[in-house]
């Protein structure tokens, strides 16, 4: 699913250089830890939390998320101005009705520049095709369990709690 974000095509262009949209770059693994894996958690997160409150509701709830990313292109890019491409795992939750937190769990491909997008790969049968063109191959396994998932989740629910 490919998700347009026009309301942050100024915040895009701040934070994206004039190379260009990314896809026929090299991608990299970015390293759990790195100044640059932060600066692309943070952005990350600042899209899904707007993507994922557009997908899932009208209400006026605050969506909180975790991220990990884990790939970005160009290789060899130095700082998140420089990105064009950022793979990450999410786990994305908004209060229901009952006041519970209602968590989803998705790999995401952003891609950033003149008009940022997320594309989401789809449920159900097509979805290991949508896995295989969005993600490159850098070691992560994102169809599986998520190792790092319990602590995903522990951070969204905190967030959420204004831990």
């Known amino acids: 699913?490919?998700?347009?974000?026009?309301?942050?095509?100024?915040?895009?262009?701040?934070?994206?250089s004039a190379a260009g949209c990314g896809d026929d770059d090299e991608a990299m693994r970015l390293p759990p830890g790195g100044a640059l894996t932060a600066d692309a958690d943070r952005l990350v997160r600042q899209l899904m939390e707007i993507d994922f409150k557009d997908r899932t509701t009208t209400e006026p709830v605050t969506v909180t998320c975790s991220v990990r990313s884990f790939g970005a292109a160009p290789e060899g890019a130095s700082d998140v101005?420089?990105?064009t491409t950022i793979w990450a795992k999410t786990v994305c939750g908004a209060p229901g009705p009952?006041?519970?937190?209602?968590?989803?769990?998705?790999?995401?491909?952003?891609?950033?520049?003149a008009?940022?997008?997320?594309?989401?790969?789809?449920?159900?049968?097509?979805?290991?095709?949508?896995?295989?063109?969005?993600?490159?191959?850098l070691g992560v396994d994102v169809a599986g369990e998520w190792p790092e998932f319990p602590e995903m989740r522990a951070e969204a629910e905190a967030r959420a709690s204004g831990r």
């Not at 974000?5 to 915040?11: D, G, H, R, S, Y």
């Open 115 to 137: 008009q940022p997008a997320v594309f989401i790969p789809q449920d159900g049968a097509t979805n290991a095709d949508d896995l295989e063109k969005l993600f490159p191959d």
């Open 81 to 83: 101005g420089q990105l």
């Open 1 to 16: 699913m490919k998700r347009p974000f026009l309301p942050l095509l100024a915040v895009a262009l701040l934070l994206t």
């Open 98 to 113: 009952d006041g519970l937190l209602s968590l989803s769990m998705v790999p995401v491909k952003i891609t950033l520049g």
